[in-house]
């Protein structure tokens, strides 16, 4: 599930930035962490995956936000885009939360593609290789393995209401886990040797 600290009610570096036109009425914006290439670094095991969703409330109560389903508005996801960039992802024993202690991997790039958050990566393949063995095996081709996000800072406009909607957060991380443990179960990850990243992108409508 999703980590999120310090809820409350709203109140009243090295990124690669650039431009490109899309789809008619949108607006594409690069945002990327650039690392130098290194053919067959041992340690660096690309990975990329489909973070949260956006404008969409989540499928049950994450983390922090006592018992309320939770929906992150586009927005403050854009907003909070730069936030995401050298942070790490994790993974707990068991596959079924988050351990921020359990760093294994950071995320260089980020897209808002439709209401779908994506993120591109580097999992620490050496340093973690029970890991690696683990996504593999329950993960790749069958869509098992899924992402949730860590925040910090997060305002919410109605604390009172059934679904709290997130306008401003910040991104500390995220968690990789069983799509079943997640929030949102519409979220993926999955490991890929021998690939290259691509430059990610926000999608402005």
């Known amino acids: 599930m999703g980590h999120a600290d310090g809820l409350h009610r709203r109140s009243a570096g090295a990124l690669g930035r650039g431009r490109m036109q899309g789809a008619p009425g949108m607006e594409m914006r690069a945002m990327a962490v650039e690392f130098p290439v290194v053919h067959g670094h041992p340690n660096r095991l690309p990975f990329e995956g489909v973070l949260t969703l956006v404008d969409v409330p989540s499928d049950k109560a994450p983390s922090g936000a006592r018992g309320h389903r939770v929906m992150l508005t586009r927005e403050a996801a854009e907003a909070a885009l730069p936030s995401l960039l050298g942070m790490a992802v994790d993974y707990k024993a068991g596959w079924d939360g988050h351990d921020a202690r359990q760093k294994c991997g950071i995320i260089t790039a980020a897209e808002l593609d439709g209401r779908k958050l994506t993120v591109a990566g580097y999992l620490f393949a050496r340093d973690f290789p029970e890991m690696e063995q683990k996504i593999r095996e329950d993960g790749e081709g069958m869509g ?62």
């Open 144 to 205: 098992l393995m899924g992402m949730s996000y860590e925040l910090a800072d997060a305002h919410v406009a109605d604390m009172k209401a059934s679904i709290w909607t997130l306008t401003r957060a910040t991104f500390t991380g995220a968690a990789i886990l069983l799509r079943e443990k997640a929030a949102y179960r519409s979220t993926s990850f999955r490991v890929k040797r021998g690939g290259t990243m691509r430059r990610a992108a926000v999608a402005r409508g």
